[in-house]
């Protein structure tokens, strides 16, 4: 099974940028929709960005758009997440979530269908953002 392997999180100041990453253990990406998610503390999860592994297709829910950019790079099989002008709200474990693209496309998994059973999950990556 894939395994994914999120990096790049840590402590910021506001209005500073990161960018994460999340790793494909396998050279697979070309099969998957990649989407980032991310859970702040005391709230529930909620989704920002997903790609097409298969295309480069993308999709931004409204906590994403303007400020984070995601992409990919399947030579690497590896997908980003670069957040830009992050404020103390911003403050969460980020996670990227993966699912074949024969299950979902990137406006199910961000818009309106979601995770499920069968796809994959990264351990997470914690970003805190403070003055």
């Known amino acids: 099974q894939v395994q994914l392997v999120e990096s790049g999180g840590g402590s910021v100041q506001p209005g500073e940028s990161l960018r994460l990453s999340c790793a494909f253990s396998?050279?697979?990406?070309?099969?998957?929709?990649v989407g980032w998610f991310r859970q702040p503390p005391g709230k529930e999860r909620e989704g920002l960005s997903c790609?097409?592994?298969?295309?480069?297709?993308?999709f931004y829910t409204e906590s994403a758009k303007g400020r984070f950019t995601i992409s990919r790079d399947n030579a690497k099989d590896t997908v980003y997440l670069q957040l830009n002008n992050l404020g103390i709200e911003d403050t969460a474990v980020y996670y990227c979530?993966?699912?074949?693209?024969?299950?979902?496309?990137?406006?199910?998994?961000?818009?309106?269908?979601?995770?499920?059973?069968?796809?994959?999950w990264g351990q997470g990556t914690q970003v805190t953002v403070s003055s």
């Open positions: 979530y993966a699912e074949s693209v024969v299950f979902k496309t990137v406006q199910e998994l961000c818009g309106t269908g979601g995770t499920s059973a069968m796809g994959r």
């Open positions: 396998k050279q697979i990406l070309d099969d998957y929709v």
């Open positions: 790609i097409s592994g298969k295309d480069g297709s993308t």
